[in-house]
């Protein structure tokens, strides 16, 4: 389980790293669960984008993988066309990443929107970095 500390520690180190590269954006952590633990939107973050970050978490917690690993199914050729389709909608791009415990087991998910893609990942890896795993 995610506690509210990892998930403060998170979201700062996601924030420090935004401002770093000068993108505002939205912050979501999930528990493994996929119920939202924590939820920030920096300010001037693209209003749209909060549910993106939040849906990019979502699909890493549901399925334990980065997002754009998850993506990696659903291209053409793929071996899973349609998978976005499934569990309401998945984000199959970068910005989201599992969280796992020293043991590797999974306690979370970090999303991360509101900048290009490159940005929301570096984003959401510095602030999975923030747990020390």
Known sequence: MISS???RKIIAAGEDRARQIGVPVNIAVLDAGVHLKSLHRMDDA????????VDKARTAALFGMRTEDVGEFCKPG??????????????????GIPLRDAGGVLIGAV????????????VAEAAA?????
């Open 78 to 95: 793929g071996t899973s066309p349609g998978l976005e389709q499934t569990n309401g909608g998945l984000v199959v791009f970068a910005g």
């Open 5 to 7: 500390e990892q998930a």
């Open 111 to 122: 999303g991360v929107s509101g900048g290009a893609v490159a940005q929301d990942l570096e």
């Open 129 to 133: 970095a923030a747990l020390g795993g």
């Open 46 to 53: 693209l209003l749209g984008t909060i549910s993106i970050a």
